[in-house]
C-alpha cells in the first residue's frame, strides 16, 4: 500500500462510523472529539510500549500494540483530512527540513 491507499482506506471507514455517529447521537464526531479519541488511544500506545520493553505486563502485548499503532496512524490520518492538512507533503517538508537540522549537527 502506498500513502493514498492508506488514507483512502482510513476515510473510507471515517464514513462508516460517521453514519453510525448519525445514527447513535444524531450527528457525526467534532474535530475535538476525534482528537480526545486520538488522545486516548496514544494513552493506551504509551502502555503497550510499556509492556513491549517489559515494564510493564499486558497478555499478547505485540499484536494489541500494532492494532494500537494502526488506531493511531488512522486517527491522524482521518484528522489531517477534516483540518484541510495535505499529511504526505507535510510529512516530506519535516522530514526533510530535520534530516538536513540533525545532519548539520552531527557534522558541527
Given at each position: 500500500?502506498?500513502?493514498?491507499?492508506?488514507?483512502?482506506s482510513a476515510l473510507h471507514l471515517n464514513a462508516l462510523y460517521e453514519q453510525i455517529e448519525v445514527k447513535r447521537y444524531g450527528r457525526i464526531w467534532?474535530?475535538?472529539?476525534?482528537?480526545?479519541?486520538?488522545?486516548?488511544?496514544?494513552?493506551?500506545?504509551?502502555?503497550?510500549?510499556?509492556?513491549?520493553?517489559?515494564?510493564?505486563?499486558?497478555?499478547?502485548?505485540?499484536?494489541?500494540?500494532?492494532?494500537?499503532?494502526?488506531?493511531?496512524?488512522?486517527?491522524?490520518?482521518?484528522?489531517?483530512?477534516?483540518?484541510?492538512?495535505?499529511?504526505?507533503?507535510?510529512?516530506?517538508?519535516?522530514?526533510?527540513?530535520?534530516?538536513?537540522?540533525?545532519?548539520?549537527?552531527?557534522?558541527?
Open positions: 500500500m502506498n500513502f493514498h491507499d492508506f488514507e483512502k467534532s474535530t475535538e472529539e476525534l482528537a480526545l479519541g486520538f488522545a486516548g488511544d496514544v494513552g493506551d500506545l504509551a502502555k503497550l510500549i510499556q509492556a513491549n520493553a517489559g515494564i510493564r505486563h499486558i497478555d499478547d502485548c505485540k499484536a494489541k500494540l500494532g492494532h494500537e499503532l494502526s488506531d493511531c496512524l488512522w486517527s491522524i490520518l482521518v484528522l489531517a483530512n477534516k483540518c484541510g492538512i495535505d499529511l504526505e507533503a507535510e510529512f516530506v517538508k519535516n522530514t526533510a527540513e530535520l534530516t538536513e537540522h540533525v545532519s548539520g549537527e552531527l557534522d558541527a
